[in-house]
């Protein structure tokens, strides 16, 4: 088996298809936090940890938890947090009103178990012969794994890692070919969700500044 890639020699593997890889089954439900202009069941084929660079699929991407798919989509992009540390740091997150009012809230719910890729422990990453420096580098890094576990012969619908929002969030990228087992669901702004809201506050020291 060839050795395992490290953040200075990135790439996949060659004999990644050969591998057995860490799968699991996950039954949801999953959250999305979305533009909610946009459509609550989209597979993104721009950019994402592990999209596709060819574009030739999309991925959905989601959490397990709501106020997992709210510090994903809206706290670790734009940096507000950048890892569990920085936010025992007692930094607060600002998120204004006009955000939440612009951003809704999906359930994404399974007429099927889905198989996923299981990169959620270091056995798992170094099983496919990376480490847990995949999961904090960039995208331009981290996606090109998107494409071979995609296309090996166990046929994954997804992929679940931990997330970079601690406590532990579970983001879960499933791959366009499980659309047909998907359904969405908008739950509406996000300036609604009290529980989901007063959770962010506690856990992610969330600051709502106004419109």
Known sequence: MASGRTPDDPAPPADLA??????????????????????????????GRFNDPQRQ?????????DVGAFAERLLLAPGLIK???????????????TTLETFSLAAITFAH????????????LTQIGAGPWLLMAPHSVSKHWSRPLFLHPSAPEGIVWS???????????????????????????????RR??????????????PT
């Open 18 to 47: 050969a591998r057995p890889i860490p799968l699991t089954t996950i039954e949801g439900p999953a959250w999305r936090v979305y533009p909610g202009a946009h459509r609550p069941l989209h597979f993104n084929r721009q950019d």
């Open 57 to 65: 699929y999309g991925v959905l991407y989601a959490a397990d938890t």
């Open 83 to 97: 890892d569990p540390v920085s936010m025992a740091s007692g930094a607060s997150a600002p998120v204004s009103a």
């Open 113 to 124: 178990p889905l198989t996923c890729v299981d990169l959620r422990t270091p056995s798992g």
């Open 163 to 193: 997330s970079r929002a601690g406590h532990d969030v579970i983001s879960v990228g499933l791959h366009e070919r499980a659309k047909p087992k998907i359904t969405a669901k908008s739950l509406g702004p996000l300036i609604g969700q």
């Open 196 to 209: 989901l809201l007063a959770d962010a506050i506690r856990r992610f020291d969330l600051v709502i500044t």
